[in-house]
């Protein structure tokens, strides 16, 4: 394999100074509008969650025209690669392909007087995407045919994936982790979300949500008093559950709860015949995780009890449907692939900690397989929300930063445990 056919030091800067390696990373710094170029036209498709399909054929399209085999896979992951049918070991480059809010025109997305890439989705996760591209391009632009950075380049599969926000609960991650299926050739993988280069997550943020529903007969606030409330009763699991658990944020393993909607009702003098609401439970550790999911499961059993009790009719039902399920996990910190990023940085003089985040990073680490998330450079900010921003000054040191990694992480010494 290209492996063994390198340096063995397999360090960052003898890596950079390979031929096929020093063209793709200044191609990166070369060719900054195009990357900006495509950045816009990808964030310009909507791609909310769980409707990705016309963003992930784009996407597949672009390879294509790059010249990488393209396989859409059944979750509807886009994955692109040098060969058809390329052999292991491989380092897999990630971005999802979904966002919370989607532009609802075209111009939603825009570029303003200063040059930054404003609207829902740009940075979170338009830059990891453009990335891809980019990286793409930037392999095909110096390909070294029969050399040994082409021999590398054939174990890099690149990974546009669904499924990671909200509710769509890691999908298409998960899709691609399954056994039998393409994991059993990949050795690591970095994921890149967002934009910043100052942080390494190493460390998986588990969650667990729940959907909590009432259900009654409903009925006139007058004429039908007396019948069950889910309102009511909700409103009781839902104290319960929180004045039950209080958290210290300083404790260990940190835990967080939050009831982040809560719905129900029709008119104020209307019994409602249905509420609900939706309750995050995050740690560092599955344990406390199942400790607060036994918790909440008491709190709605109880509400239920308490309402049926005080209700001389119409009585309720409650149903807790799980619709979330993010496994906590971590790499441990002398793991080769904390090694080959940290050299990697030293080589670009990039500074960044180590941190704990929920990403698609989550699925591999708790499979055992080592992975990262990290950002794919430039500067970017009000994820989430109708004003995200996204600057793209430094992002070809974030681009450099990403290849070079993978690079070093397939070299004999910087190969993967």
């Not at 900054?32 to 990808?42: F, S, Y």
């Not at 959907?211 to 009763?233: L, M, Q, Y």
């Not at 409650?318 to 002398?334: C, E, M």
């Not at 793209?392 to 070079?404: A, E, M, T, Y």
Request: aromatic letters at 4%; hydrophobic letters at 45%.
């Amino acid at each position: 394999m290209a492996a063994n056919l390198l340096p063995a030091a397999g360090a960052a800067g003898e890596l950079a100074a390979l031929s096929g390696i020093r063209e793709a990373l200044q191609w990166f710094t070369r060719e900054k509008q195009w990357v900006n170029d495509i950045h816009l036209q990808l964030c310009r498709i909507p791609a909310p969650t769980f409707l990705e399909q016309q963003r992930a054929e784009w996407i597949a399209g672009q390879f294509r025209a790059l010249g990488w085999h393209v396989t859409l896979d059944r979750a509807g992951n886009v994955l692109a690669s040098l060969e058809p049918d390329p052999a292991g070991p491989m380092v897999a480059i990630t971005a999802h392909l979904d966002t919370v809010l989607a532009p609802r025109m075209k111009d939603d997305i825009a570029i303003d007087r200063e040059g930054d890439l404003r609207g829902p989705g740009v940075s979170d996760n338009g830059a990891g995407l453009a990335a891809l591209l980019a990286i793409a391009r930037a392999i095909r632009s110096a390909p070294d045919p029969g050399g040994l950075t082409w021999m590398l380049w054939n174990r890099i599969l690149l990974i546009a994936n669904v499924g990671e926000e909200g509710e769509g609960n890691l999908a298409g991650m998960r899709h691609i982790c399954r056994p039998g299926g393409v994991m059993e050739k990949i050795q690591a993988f970095l994921v890149l979300d967002g934009a910043a280069t100052d942080h390494i997550t190493v460390q998986a943020l588990g969650s667990r949500r729940f959907e909590i529903t009432f259900s009654g007969p409903g009925g006139h606030s007058w004429s039908d008093f007396g019948i069950g409330n889910p309102v009511h009763a909700l409103s009781r699991a839902v104290a319960a559950f929180v004045d039950g658990n209080p958290l210290d944020p300083r404790s260990s393993p940190k835990v967080a709860i939050n009831v982040g909607v809560i719905e129900g009702g029709s008119g104020i003098n209307a019994i409602p015949a249905q509420a609900r609401a939706k309750v995050d439970i995050r740690s560092e550790s599955n344990a406390r995780m199942e400790e607060l999911v036994t918790a909440l499961q008491i709190a709605v059993s109880r509400a239920e009890e308490v309402e049926n009790m005080r209700a001389l009719g119409g009585k309720l039902t409650a149903r807790l449907r799980d619709i979330g399920n993010r496994p906590a996990a971590r790499l441990p910190l002398d793991a080769p692939i904390i090694a080959a990023i940290k050299a990697v940085d030293a080589h670009l003089g990039i500074r960044a900690r180590l941190d704990c985040a929920s990403t698609d990073a989550n699925v591999p680490l708790a499979c055992g397989i080592p992975a990262i998330s990290i950002g794919a450079g430039g500067v970017g900010g009000g994820a989430h929300t109708q004003t995200e921003w996204y600057r793209p000054d430094g992002r070809d040191l974030g681009l450099k930063r990403v290849l070079l990694t993978a690079a070093l992480l397939l070299s004999r010494d910087g190969a993967p445990a």
